[in-house]
């Protein structure tokens, strides 16, 4: 059984940094496709970063140079470090697990377990 149970948001004020994590049950992060997705109201699930079994990482524009995502296998766990956040981050941010066999990529298709999401306001 896959859970994935994201940690870390918060109400911060523009300019400020939050660490969100995605602790993993039942899967092993490392060796898979993992990412962060998030999603304002009125709008739709959009990818923000993914980090492959490979260690490769794709970022959206919007968030590249601010955000940045890693994972520790040792606590089968991963993160997504925010700085200089600014109002438009303001979304329910969700962790993402997947294969890896067909890709990992910033799209939905890519992923098959989901966690149930954090809170981030700026």
């Known amino acids: 059984h896959v859970q994935l149970v994201e940690s870390g948001g918060d109400s911060v004020q523009a300019g400020g940094s939050l660490r969100l994590s995605c602790a993993a049950s039942?899967?092993?992060?490392?060796?898979?496709?993992m990412g962060w997705f998030r999603q304002a109201p009125g709008k739709e699930r959009e990818g923000v970063a993914t980090i492959n079994g490979d260690g490769s990482i794709m970022y959206a524009d919007s968030v590249k140079g601010r955000f940045t995502i890693s994972k520790d296998g040792a606590k089968n766990t991963m993160y997504l470090q925010m700085n200089n956040l600014k109002p438009e981050d303001t979304a329910m941010y969700y962790c993402a697990a997947g294969s890896g066999y067909v890709g990992c990529e910033l799209e939905r298709e890519y992923f098959t377990h989901w966690g149930q999401g954090t809170q981030v306001t700026v």
């Open positions: 039942g899967y092993p992060l490392v060796k898979n496709c």
